[in-house]
């Protein structure tokens, strides 16, 4: 399951270098804090980073990427304030099976977008789609169930799959020092204002702009619950199974995601493991049925 899921979140090395620069920067600032451990992370790291090194040197994925673009026809952004807008175009993008087609409303994505997962985390759309595009291949009867979506309350820890808090799981919910994901976004929006600005408010010249209610208002979060459900074409055709969660978290319009945040009910060994798991669908197995 670690690499189904965790090829989303390592760029895609086919994209410019700059990007995978601007990337890889952004994993370092931004460290998931998932439950699993640093043993964990490293192994589904190692795997993740060659096996997409071969599927990138064969070419794979390219023809679906473009397949994806096709189907996802660019379309004007939300207005300001729209919740309901992003999340009518997220249940559509559930219906088309994004994780597993790549196709998603490109509109309610600031292109700049954190995606992380309980294993790494990068920036950018473009390089999510791209490594969604990897997978396609190797998905037999892909399914993805959406149990529920909605908005959270303010300042509320998105729960965890199976019950609890995510919390003390993934970076969805707070991070290590306690800071709730709002709150963090809510600073990082700040520290990209002007430093002429900040001094501009503290010594109370009129001229200077002044924050709206909005975008004091913490930051606004939505929480989708999956199930993922598909073997993989490999010769013991293992079954991947998994509940998981989402929180997409807006900017400060209101219109665009800018931290699509996953989690889990497995680790990251235990997705491995899974991996390795021969299902019905074997090819030893399917050849003797034939054959008897």
């Not at 379309?75 to 992003?86: E, F």
């Not at 991070?175 to 408010?201: F, I, K, L, V, Y």
Request: proline share 8%.
């Amino acid at each position: 399951m670690a690499l189904v899921l965790a090829l989303q979140a390592r760029p895609a090395a086919s994209a410019p270098a700059s990007a995978r620069r601007a990337a890889s920067r952004k994993a370092i600032a931004n460290p998931p804090h998932a439950s699993a451990d640093q043993g964990d992370n490293l192994l589904v790291r190692a795997t993740v980073e060659a096996l997409t090194e071969g599927l990138r040197l064969a070419g794979v994925g390219a023809k679906e990427y473009q397949a994806a673009a096709a189907a996802s026809p660019p379309a004007p952004p939300l207005r300001p304030g729209d919740v309901a807008g992003v999340l009518r175009a997220l249940r559509a993008d559930f219906d088309r099976s994004y994780f597993v087609t790549g196709q998603l409303s490109d509109e309610i994505y600031d292109e700049a977008c954190l995606y992380a997962d309980p294993t790494v985390s990068f920036s950018g759309r473009e390089l999510y789609k791209r490594n969604l595009a990897l997978l396609v291949p190797f998905l037999w009867d892909a399914a993805i169930e959406l149990r529920s979506l909605r908005r959270l309350p303010p300042g509320s820890p998105a729960p965890a799959p199976g019950g609890g808090s995510a919390s003390s799981r993934f970076p969805g919910g707070s991070s290590s020092d306690g800071t709730s994901a709002g709150a963090s976004a809510a600073a990082e929006q700040q520290q990209q204002q002007p430093a002429a600005a900040w001094w501009r408010a503290l010594l109370g010249d009129s001229t200077s702009a002044k924050a709206t209610p909005e975008q004091d208002a913490p930051a606004v979060q939505l929480l989708a619950e999956w199930r993922l459900t598909c073997w993989l074409r490999l010769p013991w055709a293992p079954y991947v199974a998994v509940n998981g969660t989402t929180t997409y978290t807006l900017n400060a319009n209101r219109n665009k995601i800018v931290r699509h945040m996953e989690a889990w009910d497995i680790s990251a060994t235990q997705a491995l493991l899974l991996l390795l798991r021969p299902s019905e669908r074997a090819a030893w197995r399917r050849w003797g049925r034939r054959t008897s």
